[in-house]
Nanobody, 121 residues
Framework: QVQLVESGGGSVQAGGSLRISCAASATTSNDYCMVWFRQAPGKEREGIAA???????SYADSVKGRFTISKDNAKNTLYLQMDALKPVDTAMYYC???????????????WGQGTQVTVSS
């Protein structure tokens, strides 16, 4: 198991930018695919970005070209740079450490508590 703590959420106007972070309790560089999920009220959880142990990234179509996932292995920290934000991006954002064969599916070795991102029009 790995403990994860998100930070950096907040409120921003449409078109603005925000960077959220996810600090891990232990090294995740070689063991996990690190993933960002989000969940808006009344909607299903959505996997939006992932970065594998070798640095390979993937994005959901809804955020591709606007969001950038990265990690600092020395700091055991995962980031999500969000640009050109839209009101539809409003959600609780969670990071997770995927320990199986696929980044966006079980099993997960840890989840963060979430950080709220609110985008106003």
């Amino acid at each position: 198991q790995v403990q994860l703590v998100e930070s950096g959420g907040g409120s921003v106007q449409a078109g603005g930018s925000l960077r959220i972070s996810c600090a891990a309790s232990a090294t995740t560089s070689n063991d996990y695919c690190m993933v960002w999920f989000r969940q808006a009220p009344g909607k299903e959880r959505e996997g939006i970005a992932a970065i594998d142990w070798d640095g390979t990234t993937s994005y959901a179509d809804s955020v591709k070209g606007r969001f950038t996932i990265s990690k600092d292995n020395a700091k055991n920290t995962l980031y999500l740079q969000m640009d050109a934000l839209k009101p539809v991006d409003t959600a609780m954002y969670y990071c997770a450490a995927a320990s199986g064969a696929y980044c966006y599916t079980e099993p997960f070795a840890g989840w963060g508590q979430g950080t709220q991102v609110t985008v106003s029009s």
